[in-house]
């Protein structure tokens, strides 16, 4: 095959054949042109080493056996994602001689079974711990051990969530050590007990200060002590994004601390915070399930610590939040452009009640606007209403065939009409947005964060906005809501009557429209979506030019 191609593409210098295969997005692809000759063989297999997900222990073996054949194979890869589940944990461990060996890797994705899934929720014990040995890995990528260099030299993202065997489940450990990384960027870890019982593994020397280039650190689902994050907190250089999820859901064993000052209730976690006062651009936090958290001990300097952000940009927040809190007592960040709340843990809390949710947020948004806002925001400054996924309002909209009736249910339990008016009209007078959205899984079935490998993740279905300041779930209500409007509409040279009113003997002062062939007002009250309009021949609406109400 090579010959009778020798005048062709190969006949190309490898620089020129290296920059076409680069191109080359399909794994698939690679492989099949690595098969047509043993020069395409050696010029394409860095690139399909260079991105790996294992799924399954079989192919981590079928993996080992190829590192073993060829251990250049190892420099090769850049990406790896091990996202297993516990049917198909024998064999992943093979992996983990070779994953210390990898000295260009950038990206590590380990992901082990959660107690979450369905095997364990039954009441199960939960024995899915990782088949990588996660702590050792990382422990040697930042301590040196005698006459072996330093694991994962080039890392520069990591993504975790990994679970021990025994009393361990939900421990860090060693791999603690991965705040020291010399070269990692970001951070996602989940479903660990980041307090106290760590601190052991974590001395931080007085050389080691903002000394990481760490930007971005996630923590989901995660039990977060003060002390633990102040001591974290003061390694980066420069830290941008900081999101900070406690706990929303409890197994034995990763039950959320009761002393106050190990929680985000304590006075000190502004004060850890601070320590990425001039860096941190967004920062998100959760405070957990309700029915775990702490009272807050004030801290009488807590809104001029939050003020203190002066690059914040981005701040969201659970209603439950201490933070919150704060933020009321004028401790706007002077730079804030968006600031997203969230009912996520306070609606775990009032289980299927979403109209009392409903009502506390958009009292509280309400409070917010009319009593909190300072003298002035930034240009174009949001405010976002998140409602997190209900899952018994998805079952009840797929047992509506009527989009327009789910567009009505939605209106109805999410939405504080009056309420949402006056917000928007606040925000308006600072120039300002505010919108209103919920999470949704499109196919009806949700699940728990963190997020494994083949569930559905949630979108953020947009219900409300501002810009369009009538419109709720994409029906506008100005008919209902606007007696101005109706009042400038019955005064109207154009009007019309839609042939359901006529039949009913009702007039242009019954029959409330936009004039436009869109469902009137008491059509609309009959959950019919569509008026019957007299057209003329054209097909164009006829109005009642010479009809006027008394």
């Not at 210390?100 to 369905?118: A, V």
């Not at 939900?170 to 990692?184: D, E, I, Q, S």
């Not at 306070?346 to 109209?355: F, T």
């Amino acid at each position: 095959m090579c010959g009778a191609a020798e005048s062709g593409i190969l006949h190309l210098v490898d620089e020129l054949l290296l920059n076409i295969i680069d191109h080359i997005d399909a794994h698939d692809t690679l492989c099949n042109l690595a098969t047509t000759c043993m020069r395409f063989q050696g010029l394409t297999e860095p690139y399909i080493w260079r991105k790996l997900l294992v799924i399954k222990g079989e192919h981590a073996r079928r993996i080992a056996t190829a590192f073993d054949s060829r251990e250049e194979r190892i420099e090769y890869i850049h990406d790896l994602s091990i996202r297993y589940q516990d049917d198909y944990r024998d064999g992943i461990e093979n992996l983990n001689h070779f994953m210390g060996l990898m000295s260009k890797l950038r990206h590590l994705t380990i992901e082990t079974p959660c107690p979450n899934n369905d095997e364990w929720r039954s009441g199960v014990y939960f024995d899915g711990h990782s088949r990588i040995d996660y702590t050792n890995l990382l422990a040697s990528a930042v301590y040196p051990r005698i006459g072996i260099s330093l694991a994962l030299p080039t890392l520069q993202s990591l993504t975790l969530h990994g679970h021990g065997s025994g009393d361990n489940k939900f421990t860090l450990g060693r791999a603690v050590a991965m705040f020291k990384h010399p070269t990692l960027r970001k951070i996602v870890l989940s479903c660990l007990n980041l307090d106290a019982r760590i601190s052991a593994e974590f001395d931080i020397s007085e050389q080691e200060l903002r000394s990481t280039p760490l930007q971005s650190l996630k923590l989901i689902e995660c039990n977060v002590g003060v002390p633990f994050l102040d001591a974290v907190l003061s390694l980066p250089k420069a830290l941008k994004e900081l999101s900070i999820g406690e706990r929303l859901h409890t197994f034995e064993g990763c039950e959320p601390s009761r002393d106050p000052k190990q929680r985000s209730s304590s006075a000190t976690f502004l004060t850890a915070l601070q320590k990425q006062k001039d860096s941190l651009q967004r920062l998100t936090h959760c405070g957990g399930h309700v029915a775990w958290l702490t009272p807050r001990e004030n801290d009488p300097e807590g809104s001029t610590k939050l003020r203190s952000f002066v690059n914040l940009e981005h701040l969201e927040l659970g209603l439950e939040s201490h933070v919150y809190y704060y933020l009321r007592q004028n401790g706007f960040p002077p730079a804030l452009k968006t600031l997203e709340m969230l009912d996520t843990a306070i609606s775990i809390n009032a289980g299927h009640d979403l109209r009392s949710l409903s009502d506390i947020a958009f009292r509280s948004l309400t409070s917010l606007v009319t009593d909190h806002l300072p003298a002035a925001l930034s240009p174009d400054f949001t405010l976002h209403l998140k409602f997190s996924e209900h899952s018994f309002i998805i079952t009840q909209l797929f047992n509506l065939a009527d989009p327009a009736e789910q567009s009505e249910l939605l209106s109805v339990l999410f939405f504080d009409r009056p309420a949402t008016y006056k917000i928007a009209n606040t925000m308006k007078s600072y120039n300002s947005r505010f919108l209103v959205s919920r999470e949704m899984f499109p196919l009806g079935k949700s699940y728990i964060p963190p997020y494994m490998y083949g569930e559905d993740l949630p979108v953020e279905a947009l219900m409300y906005d501002s810009a369009d300041f009538w419109r709720f779930n994409g029906v506008n209500y100005q008919l209902h809501d606007d007696e101005d409007f109706r009042d400038a509409l019955g005064k109207s040279d154009k009007l019309m009557v839609c042939l359901e009113c006529r039949e009913r003997g009702h007039g242009v002062d019954t029959c409330l429209n936009l004039g436009d062939g869109s469902p009137c007002l008491p059509c609309r009250n009959a959950s019919l979506q569509e008026c019957t309009w007299e057209r003329d021949e054209n097909g164009q609406l006829v109005f009642l030019e010479d009809q006027k109400i008394e």
